[in-house]
């Protein structure tokens, strides 16, 4: 099975400009091709995960990945998906990023000996003279194709900046740029990309004459399309001080049995086959033993085998021994944290984490769904003393997840 037939079958791809030949580019010579970081937060998160998984599956095919570093583009902002314009960074800020998106990379594409390179578009669109750009590369495109593009679509009517406007003409000059210096012929991205990446296509063709590439793979959604990797804290992160190994591991052992086989396709490295057979004879509460293998291989990839190992055990003592485990999620209360010598309940679910706000912990305590040291919490008003978190107090919130805070 060639690699363009394994991302076929594992439902990676999403849209291709041109399949035949794509695919006949994969499967007979070394590709160089690339994909776009921009660096909006100090850690990568899940989504940017299923990239560097689909990154990973091209190079052991032998091609070579361009990691692009937006240090260059974050400084506008892609306005993909965005009903209103991205947080301006700092380019102080926007450099911190991206390293530490570079050293989360690493963990996951090998760099040595050029079988990978990581590059950064601050590196060529910071030195641009802008009326050169503009004679250079804003004359192949057209802006009435360009306000019909979905990128822009979502934001025309909140109103669009003309500082987002030119997003779209220097992502697709970073493909022209990367063509020339290093002879990238594809470009990969998320399917939100496609109009982005279209528009990079249609530039290196314009401007050098030559045929380039652009494939979309698939969004990681539920079945009914909703984004995954969203908690209560926020993005699911791949940073540990961010979202802890068992947190990361939880998520995942807890998806819908709708998402479960899915996710084992789009993120995992597990046999195809494996997985495809699962698919065939499992069932009901038999999908448990897919969701902990998809939960223990991706924490696996991401945290090692070691956090993944931890994550399982832990796992396996809350819910199958009902035991308390040191590697449990844990909050460490302080002296500010208590009024008096007590914590409300509510200001409790928020310290930790387990609930955004005091009206969604309320919520939650009058439908029976929080549970301290075994007993059910029912009162909303109910206050805790501090002396109570001196050996630690142990949150279950709803049926599966644990937590505990301590002073």
Same mark, same amino acid.
Request: glycine fraction near 8%; hydrophobic fraction near 35%; proline fraction near 2%.
């Given at each position: 099975?060639?690699?363009?037939?394994?991302?076929?079958?594992?439902?990676? =791809?999403? !849209?291709?400009?041109?399949?035949? !030949?794509?695919?006949?580019?994969?499967?007979?010579?070394?590709?160089?091709?690339?994909?776009?970081?921009?660096?909006?937060?100090?850690?990568?998160?899940?989504?940017?995960?299923?990239?560097?998984?689909?990154?990973?599956?091209?190079?052991?095919?032998?091609?070579?990945?361009?990691?692009?570093?937006?240090?260059?583009?974050?400084?506008?902002?892609?306005?993909?998906?965005?009903?209103?314009?991205?947080?301006?960074?700092?380019?102080?800020? =926007?450099?911190?990023?991206?390293?530490?998106?570079?050293?989360?990379?690493?963990?996951?594409?090998?760099?040595?000996?050029?079988?990978?390179?990581?590059?950064?578009?601050?590196?060529?669109?910071?030195?641009?003279?802008?009326?050169?750009?503009?004679?250079?590369?804003?004359?192949?495109?057209?802006?009435?194709?360009?306000?019909?593009?979905?990128?822009?679509?979502?934001?025309?009517?909140?109103?669009?900046?003309?500082?987002?406007?030119?997003?779209?003409?220097?992502?697709?000059?970073?493909?022209?740029?990367?063509?020339?210096?290093?002879?990238?012929?594809?470009?990969?991205?998320?399917?939100?990309?496609?109009?982005?990446?279209?528009?990079?296509?249609?530039?290196?063709?314009?401007?050098?004459?030559?045929?380039?590439?652009?494939?979309?793979?698939?969004?990681?959604?539920?079945?009914?399309?909703?984004?995954?990797?969203?908690?209560?804290?926020?993005? @699911?992160?791949?940073?540990?001080?961010?979202?802890?190994?068992?947190?990361?591991?939880?998520?995942?052992?807890?998806?819908?049995?709708?998402?479960? #086989?899915?996710?084992?396709?789009?993120?995992?490295?597990?046999?195809?086959?494996?997985?495809?057979?699962?698919?065939?004879?499992?069932?009901?509460?038999? @999908?448990? !033993?897919?969701?902990?293998?998809?939960?223990?291989?991706?924490?696996?990839?991401?945290?090692?085998?070691?956090?993944?190992?931890?994550?399982?055990?832990?796992?396996?003592?809350?819910?199958?021994?009902?035991?308390?485990?040191?590697?449990?999620?844990?909050?460490?209360?302080?002296?500010?944290?208590?009024?008096?010598?007590? #914590?409300?309940? @509510?200001?409790?679910?928020?310290?930790?984490?387990?609930?955004?706000?005091?009206?969604?912990?309320?919520? @939650?305590?009058?439908?029976?769904?929080?549970?301290?040291?075994?007993?059910?919490?029912?009162?909303?008003?109910?206050?805790?003393?501090?002396?109570?978190?001196?050996?630690?107090?142990?949150?279950?919130?709803?049926?599966?997840?644990?937590?505990?805070?301590?002073?």
């Amino acid at each position: 099975m060639t690699v363009f037939e394994e991302l076929k079958r594992r439902g990676l =791809i999403a !849209q291709m400009t041109h399949p035949e !030949q794509l695919e006949k580019l994969f499967n007979e010579e070394k590709v160089t091709f690339y994909i776009g970081f921009d660096a909006t937060a100090d850690s990568l998160h899940v989504g940017h995960f299923l990239q560097l998984v689909v990154m990973k599956h091209l190079q052991r095919a032998g091609h070579r990945p361009v990691a692009l570093l937006g240090t260059g583009t974050t400084m506008i902002g892609d306005p993909t998906g965005k009903t209103d314009m991205r947080k301006m960074l700092t380019p102080e800020e =926007i450099n911190h990023n991206a390293e530490c998106f570079r050293r989360q990379m690493s963990r996951f594409i090998d760099f040595s000996d050029g079988n990978a390179l990581i590059v950064r578009n601050g590196d060529w669109l910071l030195k641009m003279n802008y009326m050169e750009f503009l004679r250079d590369v804003g004359v192949h495109f057209s802006v009435n194709k360009m306000l019909t593009a979905e990128c822009f679509k979502t934001r025309l009517e909140r109103g669009l900046s003309f500082l987002e406007f030119n997003y779209m003409l220097l992502q697709s000059y970073d493909f022209l740029h990367l063509y020339r210096e290093l002879g990238c012929k594809v470009e990969l991205g998320g399917d939100d990309q496609w109009s982005n990446i279209l528009g990079g296509v249609d530039l290196v063709r314009r401007c050098e004459g030559q045929e380039v590439y652009g494939m979309t793979f698939t969004l990681l959604t539920t079945k009914e399309g909703k984004k995954m990797g969203k908690t209560e804290k926020g993005a @699911l992160w791949l940073d540990p001080e961010k979202t802890t190994p068992y947190e990361f591991f939880q998520y995942w052992r807890n998806v819908s049995d709708d998402d479960v #086989i899915n996710c084992l396709k789009l993120i995992t490295f597990v046999p195809i086959e494996q997985i495809e057979e699962m698919e065939r004879t499992l069932s009901g509460s038999e @999908l448990n !033993q897919a969701k902990e293998l998809l939960a223990y291989e991706v924490t696996k990839l991401v945290h090692g085998e070691e956090e993944a190992d931890k994550a399982l055990a832990t796992s396996k003592n809350l819910f199958v021994a009902g035991t308390v485990d040191k590697d449990m999620p844990t909050t460490t209360l302080s002296e500010d944290d208590f009024a008096d010598g007590v #914590i409300g309940v @509510l200001n409790l679910m928020v310290k930790t984490g387990l609930c955004p706000s005091n009206g969604e912990a309320r919520r @939650l305590v009058q439908q029976g769904g929080v549970v301290i040291d075994d007993e059910k919490v029912t009162d909303p008003k109910m206050q805790l003393s501090k002396e109570r978190f001196e050996n630690g107090v142990i949150i279950k919130k709803g049926k599966k997840t644990y937590h505990k805070a301590q002073l």
